[in-house]
């Protein structure tokens, strides 16, 4: 994307702590928000009637966090559900603790049950997306990264998150470039200081330690084509969204 203003998505999951989800909908369209990204089990109980909510707010859902099991289990009820929100990208964001194994085998095969999913939901026009958290930058012990095993498989794309990839360690710039062509969406958490324990450490965009205004000329070199604000915990959600929204904008995006 170049040279226009992306759409701008909220991640729902960032004032799960403030209900009702639906009645903060008009407040994040007045602060400028085109869409919503929801998180199961936001759109779970009646996505009907989810996306008429969202409707009723004149607000999109581009795409939707889901579990893997969902994609590989449940594969055409996620499909239906998708379809039903308008959503165009399917993305499980998380393998749990317990569950991972600290081979490249192990995440090849994270990368290789994506791709199966990718390959049917395709059929219907929609992608399969990855998002990661700060454990997929952690080296295996033959040096190489979960995130470089999963993002290996055919027709498996990335929503990146800037934050956790601070928080890993890494260097959010070298991964916008390194995955330029899988990127189709790029969550701009920030953090704030390592240490910091308001708020887990999370802020709104532009109030942390990530570099926004060197990351934004990396964000046209990739395929993104929307932005998502997340925040995984915040005091106060409507200043964190507020706040993230205006220095986006404020930075051309």
């Known amino acids: 994307m170049t040279g226009s203003r992306y759409p701008i998505a909220y991640q729902l999951y960032s004032s799960r702590n403030f209900p009702p989800l639906q009645a903060q909908l008009p407040h994040l369209k007045a602060m400028g928000y085109d869409a919503i990204e929801p998180w ?3 759109y779970e109980e009646n996505p009907a009637h989810f996306r008429k909510a969202l409707d009723d707010n004149g607000l999109d859902c581009y795409g939707f966090h889901m579990p893997l099991t969902g994609l590989t289990d449940e594969t055409q009820r996620y499909i239906d559900i998708a379809l039903t929100l308008g959503a165009r990208y399917l993305i499980p964001p998380f393998v749990a603790k317990e569950d991972r194994v600290n081979t490249p085998d192990f995440w090849k095969s994270i990368g290789e049950k ?7 939901v395709a059929e219907q026009g929609l992608k399969v997306l990855w998002h990661n958290h700060d454990f997929e930058y952690a080296a295996l012990p033959d040096g190489t990264r979960p995130i ?3 993002l290996s498989a055919p027709n498996v794309y990335f929503e990146i998150d800037c934050g956790w990839i601070v928080r890993a360690g890494a260097d959010p710039s070298a991964e916008l470039t390194r995955f330029k062509d899988r990127i189709l969406v790029i969550q701009t958490k920030d953090t704030a200081p390592i240490g910091t324990l308001v708020d887990d450490g999370w802020t709104a965009t532009g109030d942390g ?3 926004w205004a060197k990351l934004a000329p990396l964000f ?5 084509d929307h932005l998502v604000a997340e925040h995984d915990n915040p005091s106060d959600w409507k200043k964190f969204a507020k706040n993230t929204i205006d220095h986006l904008r404020g930075l051309g995006l």
Do not use: N
């Not at 994506?114 to 049917?120: M, N, P, Q």
């Not at 046209?220 to 993104?224: D, G, H, I, L, S």
């Open 40 to 42: 199961l089990p936001a």
């Open 114 to 120: 994506l791709a199966r999913g990718a390959e049917i």
């Open 148 to 150: 470089d095993h999963i």
């Open 209 to 211: 330690i990530i570099d």
């Open 220 to 224: 046209r070199e990739t395929k993104a």
